[in-house]
T-cell receptor, first 113, second 113 residues
Framework: QQQVKQSPQSLIVQKGGISIINCAYE??????FPWYQQFPGKGPALLIA?????SEKKEGRFTISFNKSAKQFSLHIMDSQPGDSATYFC????????????FGTGTLLAVQP | DGGITQSPKYLFRKEGQNVTLSCEQN?????MYWYRQDPGQGLRLIYY???????QKGDIAEGYSVSREKKESFPLTVTSAQKNPTAFYLC????????????FGPGTRLTVL
């Protein structure tokens, strides 16, 4: 119930293509879903986040799609660039400031020039 | 320049030694967190603290200890009781009133020789 399952484990995309990473959860009490981007040897950086009251959120080339009935959410990276090559983590959290973030296992994205 | 700092960036330890990892933030965040990152396992929560002089165990607290004597500081001690301490350690923080919008430091890579 506390797990967040992330797929694929790794992804290779051509420059200019669309990268899609998926996450699924079981706990319907989760109501905050962030995505983090991590470059090798660095700490994760918050990329974009969504609450379940909307089905989509877009920030630049990054879009979160949220399907509450399927308990799934995904990150879409449009016009993928070599500089987007990194590990991406999804996460989920229940409401309330004291609750923990539950992380997916990460997706290693490589954008080929 | 606001942010979260972790030191040292690299740390080598002999078996049987305790080591302390530093985490400092000047963002005036209330809550602070320690995570461990291993390849293919995402981020696992070690300890967290919501306020000064109080902290709670996370999912993998055994072999670790923390203190929170100041709002801006949350050091982590990896004790000799930790069976497999070689990992990348990440500190994070957030405002108490926010959703789980956690900001991460740059990390410390600990290697046991």
């Amino acid at each position: 119930q506390q797990q967040v399952k992330q797929s694929p484990q790794s992804l290779i995309v051509q420059k200019g293509g669309i990268s899609i990473i998926n996450c699924a959860y079981e706990n319907t009490a989760f109501d905050y879903f962030p995505w983090y981007q991590q470059f090798p040897g660095k700490g994760p950086a918050l990329l974009i986040a969504i609450r379940p009251d909307v089905s989509e959120k877009k920030e630049g080339r990054f879009t979160i799609s949220f399907n509450k009935s399927a308990k799934q959410f995904s990150l879409h990276i449009m016009d993928s660039q070599p500089g987007d090559s990194a590990t991406y983590f999804c996460a989920a959290s229940k409401g309330g400031a004291t609750n923990k973030l539950i992380f997916g296992t990460g997706t290693l994205l490589a954008v080929q020039p | 320049d606001g942010g979260i700092t972790q030191s040292p960036k690299y740390l080598f330890r002999k078996e049987g030694q305790n080591v302390t990892l530093s985490c400092e933030q000047n963002l005036n965040h209330d809550a602070m967190y320690w995570y461990r990152q291993d390849p293919g396992q995402g981020l696992r929560l070690i300890y967290y603290s919501q306020i000064v002089n109080d902290f709670q165990k996370g999912d993998i607290a055994e072999g670790y200890s923390v203190s929170r004597e100041k709002k801006e500081s949350f050091p982590l001690t990896v004790t000799s009781a930790q069976k497999n301490p070689t990992a990348f350690y990440l500190c994070a923080s957030k405002w108490q009133s926010s959703y789980n919008e956690q900001f991460f430091g740059p990390g410390t890579r600990l290697t046991v020789l």
